[in-house]
């Protein structure tokens, strides 16, 4: 499910949300294929120029990990308000090298 009805939506309204939500991934992971770098959600949403709120930019990177796609990355960007973001990347480009953050060991 890319559409989390949290507001009861019913019949066309909510067959439309479904639609736009489904529609915002198939961008935004499109996006991470044509930039093969790692992007923060306010990244994606200001280099896309969506015309959504940061939580349905952050709801689809959500799916897109759950499915495998991109994956989140230990590492991070200042976003809006001065706060740290992560990064995602393409999961073909993530490293199963990295450090873990609980461990001082490398992961296979």
Known sequence: MTFYNTIEETGEELADSHSKAKTQEEKIYAYFLNCNQPLSPTMVLEQLGLNCPL?????????LTIGGKIVKTDEYVKGNYGKHEHLWELNELHSPFRLDKHDSHRSN
């Not at 939580?55 to 799916?63: L, Q």
């Open 55 to 63: 939580t349905s930019v952050r709801r689809a990177m959500t799916n």
